[in-house]
């Protein structure tokens, strides 16, 4: 026996529907309102005079930069496992392993991070077994000169602490 199937009449959307004109001059003239609106009356616009003031409203969960977290002694949680960079979607972490002497552990001899090709996303401080690298500095920008002085390398992500500002 065979099953009838039933077509669906789709209503064709009218030409005018189809260009989205209607909603691109709607979504101009509430552009071009606001600008009117804030241009007659400057005194209710909210702005933060940045970097004198910084914003107080960060929330705790904020990923802000990388840091390297160490142990009580001093040496580096870090073992070059090379897990972040493998779950790092945009690629922009680079270490480079050696051996620690007396020990079967290795030990990162370069850890770059490229803060120009990072989205923050947090996976590498999700990947690491270590619990070794951390997005908790409380730096949430960085200004620079250079495109070179956006990649930090293990003498910077090591000296960060947690909370830096």
Same mark, same amino acid.
């Given at each position: 026996m065979a099953v009838k199937v039933k077509k669906i009449k789709r209503k064709k959307m009218p030409f005018l529907e189809r260009?989205?004109?209607f909603y691109i001059i709607a979504g101009m003239a509430r552009t071009f309102r606001h600008f009117i609106r804030n241009l007659l009356n400057t005194k209710n616009i909210e702005f933060? %005079?940045?970097p004198e003031q910084k914003p107080e409203d960060i929330t705790p969960r904020y990923r802000g930069l990388h840091r390297l977290t160490k142990y009580e002694s001093g040496e580096l949680k870090c073992v070059a496992c090379d897990m972040c960079a493998t779950a790092c979607p945009a690629k922009c972490?680079?270490? %480079?392993?050696c051996e620690v002497e007396g020990s079967k552990e290795k030990a990162p001899k370069v850890f770059n991070i490229d803060l120009l090709e990072c989205v923050f996303c947090g996976l590498c401080v999700e990947a690491c077994p270590k619990d070794a690298i951390r997005m908790d500095s409380g730096i949430f920008t960085k200004v620079e000169g250079k495109r070179e002085d956006f990649? &930090?390398?293990?003498? %910077?992500? &090591? &000296?960060?602490?947690r909370g830096d500002f």
């Open positions: 260009i989205y004109i933060l %005079e940045y972490i680079y270490i %480079e392993a990649i &930090s390398d293990i003498n %910077e992500l &090591s &000296s960060r602490k």
